[in-house]
């Protein structure tokens, strides 16, 4: 799985960071969010899977409220419609720093 490529994003970490795990309930799909926050410097975030389109707005609203304007890396575990097709709504209101899709046959979804 991604699990250690995860931790390329996020630094060693200082005793005064911590990193947050946040599982968000999209329906049928799945969101996680990893949030590595440090003292006085901008928290790194990964996001994995962007659940389904119709529930792109709970995920968004989830955001905005956790104060979260970009997204580092976003990881997209296998193409499933309700692993990714969150992502475009995702994409129009945040900044996405980068976009891993797994290696397959399928066409990486459009931003």
Known sequence: MFLPVFFLFLRPSPLQAELLVHAIDVGY??????????VGEPD?????????????????????????GAIDAVFIT?????HYE????????????????PGSTAPEPEL
Do not use: C, M
Request: hydrophobic share 40%.
């Open 78 to 82: 296998h193409p499933h419609p309700n």
């Open 29 to 38: 799909g799945e969101a996680t969010v990893l949030q590595q926050r440090h």
């Open 86 to 101: 969150g992502l475009r709504v995702l994409s129009e209101s945040l900044r996405i720093r980068k976009v891993y899709w």
């Open 44 to 68: 790194r975030v990964v996001l994995v899977d962007a659940g389904p389109l119709e529930s792109s707005g709970t995920l968004r609203f989830w955001l905005k409220e956790a104060d979260i």
